[in-house]
């Protein structure tokens, strides 16, 4: 079985295209990084088998970010029989920076050339037959959304695999290639191993690609080192830029020669834009889109809950009365209904926040989003690019840190990691929508919506703190490019809301559950004491810990055990206090003798702030390790803590 690559700059339509070849259900989100690790799927063509490895997104082989390395490792190490490049035809001299390394690289190589219905939308018009001639290799022109082109494509592979050709290294400049060559010479003067090739190398060192510099002996880079001394004065220019610039005067000139552009209207998409990412309107858009989203997520989803509610009362007084009084009735009616039953009748809320989260991400807002956010957080010192795995944090804090994995710069790793956890993920949402819902139930959406916000804010305040004090120094810069809106698939966005909603009952039913069953055994021990009564041992322990929260005006014990539970996973602190009290339905009815609408607001603050699920921190300790996974519980605690105090002094002397 042949086995071939595909990669493409991120949003070139790599893994939809991808998707239409092999007939997978990955997700495919509208917004650059969305692909952290390869995938594989398979199709056939000519009676072959064809094995298909989906690498992340790149716009260059640098390895500056852990997605270039895997791709590059990938390409070198594990030598795929082909690689088709997947270009965005509408940026057409962006895209072929990548497809020249990988051609320098002497592989076979097809060139999907994708957009294709967008390119002719644009007046754009590509000779695609002369520039293949030129570059040595084949291009079919795809539209993977509309699955056009892929007969040609699989054609075009089959064709590559049996009779295609290596790949040659391109003429540069004839000043430059007098460096390039005699780098090459250095190279095969201490080397005799080939690396990928002398060329490919050449080019890499002269980049300054520090994996590739570290992988030839001292002695060779002490002589390339004399040789780009003298390159740089002459040129005028450090060594790396050189290279870019004669890479892209040689993508110049072929986009010259190949490329016609009709003068056509401004089109719909730009002028969007100009409203959108527009610089003093791009804010408030950005927080006028997240309002609607959670009023719609608590309006919409009031009525679902309200009858599933009710579904779950009926059902624990149905048990209740055949299974009477006893361990059994307790457990059956204050255990699983009374707790799972609290967090799952938030589901409807769950399903409609990542239908609309889905929604935006697939219409092409997200990179908006990112794009308007860079121009606030760069003024503050901070990099753009990290927006986006923050506004994945809203659906959930695990991917978004395994999605920094596309950040360039170690430091902006470690501080998009170490602030990610505070923005509001979905698990958070099930205590929102209960505690907004009864202490501000005209206004609950804007309550939430206030939530969502104070995340993004003390993320950005907390990631200036850790730049000026862990991280001085260090700055990287920030490309987004902005893809054209589109007409989201419905079944798409549906498909995805109900992957996530599926993923919150399974968990309801596992790590909840188990949960509930521990939280109910120790509100029923000792025998014979009041079940979730002062004397029971959860009761005892809740004592212990609540003076700790008596400060942040939430001190009676019940609230004090339900955010230590919450470290298992927050959607445990609803469940929590659902079989401390017995459902959901009582908790509207308990929770006003405890809280005020000030203590109410800042026990929402706390949740929304302090220390991560124990998988979140399980997963920072695996991206960036043990010291920074302890870091970030502390932090997140003392930050949880501090918020939540200045918010109920404040809000005590106001109101």
Known sequence: MNTVAICGNPNSGKTTLFNALTGSHQQVGNWPGVTVEKKVGKFKAAEKTISIVDLPGTYSLTANSIDERIARDFIIKENPDAVIVVVDQTNLERNLYLVLEILEMKKKVVLAFNMSDETQRRGISINTENLAKELGVKIVKTSASKKEGLNELKQAIIQTLENGKETQLFSYSEKFMKYLSQTEEILKKHHSDNFVDYGWTALKILEGDTEIKDSVSQETMQDIDKLTASMSQEFKEDPSIIVSEEKYKFISSLSKKYVTRKKVNESWSDKVDKVVTNKWLG??????????????????????????????????????????????????????????????????????????????????????????????????????????????????????IMSTRTLESKRDRIVTILVNPFMSCAARLP??????????????????????????????????????????????????????????????????????????????????????????????????????????????????????????????????????????????????????????????????????????????????????????????????????????????????YVVSFIVFTIGSIIF
């Open 283 to 400: 804010i408030p858009i950005f927080l006028l889109v997240m309002w609607l989203t959670f009023t719609l997520t608590f309006t919409i989803g009031d009525i679902f809950n309200g009858m599933l509610d009710e579904g779950f009362v009926a059902l624990g007084e149905w048990a209740g009365a055949k299974l009477g009084e006893g361990m059994l009735s307790s457990f059956i009616v204050n255990g699983v209904i009374g707790g799972v039953g609290s967090v799952v009748v938030f589901l409807p809320n769950i399903f409609l926040l990542f239908l609309f989260i889905s929604f935006l991400g697939d219409v092409g807002y997200m990179p908006r989003a990112a794009f308007v956010m860079d121009k606030l957080m760069t003024k503050i010192g901070l990099h753009g690019k990290s927006f986006i795995p923050m506004i994945l944090g809203f659906g959930c804090s695990i991917p978004a």
């Open 431 to 640: 205590v929102y929508t209960l505690v907004a819902g009864i202490f501000f139930p005209q206004n609950a959406g804007f309550v939430i919506f206030t939530l969502y916000v104070l995340g993004i804010l003390i993320s950005i305040i907390s990631a200036l703190i850790f730049k000026k004090t862990l991280f001085k120094n260090e700055e990287s810069v920030f490309i987004m490019e902005l893809p054209p809106y589109r007409l989201p698939s419905i079944k798409s966005i549906l498909s995805e809301a109900g992957m996530r909603a599926f993923m919150f009952l399974k968990k309801a039913g596992t790590v909840i559950f188990a949960a509930v069953i521990v939280i109910w055994l120790l509100a029923s021990l000792p025998a014979g004491v009041e079940y979730a009564g002062e004397e029971s041992i959860i009761g005892i322990f809740g004592k212990i810990i609540s003076p700790i929260f008596k400060p942040l005006g939430f001190g009676f014990w019940q609230a004090s055990v339900s955010l230590f539970f919450g470290f298992l996973a927050k959607e445990v602190v609803t469940g929590t206090m659902g079989t401390l009290f017995g459902g959901e339905e009582i908790l509207s009815q308990v929770l006003p003798q405890f809280f005020n609408s000030v203590s109410a607001y800042a026990f929402l603050v706390f949740t929304l702030l302090y220390t991560p699920c124990v998988a979140t921190i399980g997963t920072i300790k695996q991206e960036i390790g043990a010291k920074w996974a302890l870091f970030s519980v502390i932090y997140s605690f003392a930050a949880a």
